[in-house]
């Protein structure tokens, strides 16, 4: 297997690609989702997402290049945000011809580590803060635009930082990556997102007692929705969705028999 | 009736949110409340979008996409609650009627996706192919996502003339019942919310009574 063309740049013990691919590689990340499947999970979208730098790495040698699309559309997965990482480490790993075994054990081991950081830090705690933001503004009466666009900007704000963050980790750590997920600004940036979670959610939960039982009239029955709630967020998927709409319908017989 | 051009512009941003979902970008303009606010804003009404995407963004908190989790899609059926609460809001019966309504054709939109990943597996590189063409890769790739946005366009077109008239009848008993309707839509909401500290760990209930100190105070004082 070739290993990277003499004009590819290495400084510092690092690994650095033009701009260009670095920039294609963190677009077509966005894409990476795009073929799941129950079979090889992100494989194909892997292999989309590493294909401007397998290109650019083995412009003059299309049999590895082929080679190398064919063993990174194999079963392979990952926080969609931090597919980057993993892409930028395996360019490395490929271009400093480990292997294709080296490189199969470094997904697999990779796989799990991916998958929880990212659902951790994205889907369990900023995106649930982001969320109370958006809705804490609304429910102080700002208008409506602007709490979209908090929501997005903060939202955004870490996505695409995450993507870039990890190629530039992934070309630079390599197969040292690892060491570099277990950096203390992923940790405390959970950590701090969880906070402000915290806050926002008593403070949104208050003020959404404040706004929803205005319209239930009797201060007896705004005591018993407010600790009604309260009681069911413990079951809150099951018993809220199949309640609201079950209790939707039984309205809607109990309305046309009476 | 639904007007045929508008439900084709209707369908055809359901299916790029249908696309922000999971296959291009996540950029969260999916989100209950980005959707339904767009859903509003189309029929003339962003703010009527927001105050029930609000509610939507409440209850889909919990809804958490990890791994190959099946979960409701609310991109799709967001944009349409927002466009039938500005047709039919505002009021309680309406939110609790167009809420529950929404909450049922996402766990369809959910179910969508669970068939369509099953189909991506016809369309992906199997497993252990020695040589791929580069070319071969993106075409597959640009199909999934043209397939992804099909499903989200129908989706739409269906969900919106479905939920339209399924609206009408729910609306015609529950506007008699405005009082029982918000308080189901509002223990609905705080429970979604309530739910929202396990989010963030038991250990910090002290910075969640520091928020709600807070909250109390912003309604004393408004």
């Given at each position: ?5 003499p ?13 260009r ?13 795009a073929?799941w ?10 292999a ?6 397998i ?6 040698d299309p049999?590895?290049?082929r080679a190398?699309?064919g063993?990174?559309?194999?079963l ?10 993993a892409a ?6 490929e ?11 470094f ?8 998958g ?7 889907w ?10 958006g ?16 929501y ?6 870490l ?9 530039e ?27 402000a ?5 008593g403070?949104v ?19 018993v ?5 309260v ?7 099951p ?20 | 009736?639904?007007?045929?051009l ?17 296959g ?8 209950p409340?980005v ?10 009404m962003?703010a009527e979008g ?20 099946t ?14 609460f500005a ?15 929404v ?6 939109g ?26 071969s ?15 989200g366009?129908l989706?739409t077109a269906?969900?919106?003339?479905a ?10 008993v ?26 963030f ?9 520091g928020g709600?100190?807070?909250g ?5 004082l408004?």
């Amino acid at each position: 297997m070739a290993g990277p063309p003499p004009s590819s740049d290495r400084a510092g013990g690092g690994f650095v690609l033009p701009l260009r691919v670095r920039l294609a590689t963190v677009l077509r990340s966005c894409l990476v989702q795009a073929s799941w499947n129950y079979q090889t999970l992100l494989g194909t979208g892997f292999a989309f997402v590493m294909l401007p730098a397998i290109r650019y790495l083995h412009r003059d040698d299309p049999a590895t290049v082929r080679a190398l699309t064919g063993r990174h559309a194999d079963l392979f997965n990952s926080h969609p945000f931090l597919a980057t990482l993993a892409a930028g480490a395996l360019i490395r790993i490929e271009a400093e011809g480990r292997g294709p075994d080296i490189a199969r054990r470094f997904k697999n081991a990779l796989r799990g580590s991916l998958g929880s950081i990212g659902d951790q830090l994205v889907w369990r705690t900023w995106r649930p803060a982001c969320a109370l933001v958006g809705i804490g503004l609304l429910l102080v009466g700002a208008p409506w635009w602007l709490a979209i666009a908090a929501y997005l900007l903060l939202f955004n704000a870490l996505n695409v930082a995450l993507r870039w963050w990890g190629l530039e980790v992934g070309l630079s750590a390599g197969f040292e990556v690892g060491s570099r997920l277990r950096s203390p600004w992923l940790a405390n940036l959970r950590e701090r997102g969880a906070d402000a979670g915290a806050v926002l959610a008593g403070l949104v939960l208050v003020l959404a007692i404040g706004t929803f039982s205005a319209g239930v009239g009797g201060m007896l029955a705004k005591l018993v929705a407010a600790a009604a709630g309260v009681a069911l967020a413990v079951w809150v998927r099951p018993v809220v969705w199949v309640g609201l709409v079950l209790f939707w319908l039984i309205g809607i017989a109990l309305g046309m028999m009476l | 009736m639904v007007d045929p051009l508008f439900l084709l512009l209707l369908a055809g941003i359901g299916g790029l949110l249908a696309l922000d979902g999971s296959g291009v970008g996540q950029v969260m303009i999916s989100r209950p409340l980005v959707a339904a606010t767009i859903g509003g804003w189309l029929a003339g009404m962003p703010a009527e979008g927001a105050m029930i995407g609000l509610v939507l963004e409440a209850l889909h908190l919990s809804v958490l996409p990890f791994g190959a989790a099946t979960v409701p899609e609310s991109g799709p059926s967001c944009l349409i609650g927002g466009w039938l609460f500005a047709v039919y809001g505002p009021g309680p019966a309406a939110l609790l009627t167009i809420s529950a309504l929404v909450l049922a054709w996402g766990w369809v939109g959910g179910e969508s996706v669970r068939r369509l990943r099953h189909l991506n597996a016809r369309i992906a590189i199997p497993e252990g192919v020695p040589e791929v063409e580069p070319a071969s890769v993106e075409r597959r790739q640009l199909a999934a996502v043209g397939l992804d946005f099909l499903r989200g366009v129908l989706l739409t077109a269906f969900g919106a003339v479905a939920l339209f008239h399924l609206a009408r009848i729910g609306l015609r008993v529950w506007e008699g019942m405005p009082g029982l309707a918000a308080l189901g839509i509002g223990i609905g909401v705080v429970a979604s919310l309530a739910a929202s500290t396990r989010f963030f760990e038991a250990r910090r209930i002290r910075l969640a009574m520091g928020g709600a100190a807070v909250g109390i105070l912003i309604l004393v004082l408004a």
